[in-house]
């Protein structure tokens, strides 16, 4: 049983940075399908960024809002995943959940929350203009 812990969000003014660390413990899989969400009220969860990865990266993939600003990455060794967040934007406030999944969650649509099976308990980022 997998288990995301979140942290690094906060409040910030538009045009700042952020980076967000997921830690991962009891997921062993080789091949890792990871990333991150995002989620306001009344809103569907979004996927922001997404990485699938074996001995080295496979893939990325970004939402199209995010690319160009947000930059994901992971420390194997500490068994932690990151999101880089740039240029940070007011419609950018959201809940940002840890996701991860089998790696079949990353080959169809990997921005789509439904096939990720561990979720972390989310941490809140808010820009402010």
């Known amino acids: 049983q997998a288990q995301l812990v979140e942290s690094g969000g906060g409040s910030v003014q538009a045009g700042g940075s952020l980076r967000l660390s997921c830690a991962a413990s009891?997921?062993?899989?080789?091949?890792?399908?990871m990333g991150w969400f995002r989620q306001v009220p009344g809103k569907e969860r979004e996927g922001v960024a997404i990485i699938l990865s074996g001995s080295g990266v496979v893939s990325i993939s970004y939402g199209d809002s995010v690319k160009g600003r947000f930059t994901i990455s992971q420390d194997n060794a500490k068994n932690t995943l990151y999101l880089q967040m740039n240029s940070l934007k007011p419609e950018d406030t959201a809940m940002y959940y840890c996701?991860?999944?089998?790696?079949?969650?990353?080959?169809?649509?990997?921005?789509?929350?439904?096939?990720?099976?561990?979720w972390g308990q989310g941490t809140q980022v808010t820009v402010s203009s």
């Open positions: 009891g997921y062993t899989s080789s091949t890792r399908c």
């Open positions: 996701a991860a999944g089998p790696p079949r969650s990353c080959y169809s649509n990997p921005l789509r929350a439904t096939d990720y099976d561990y």
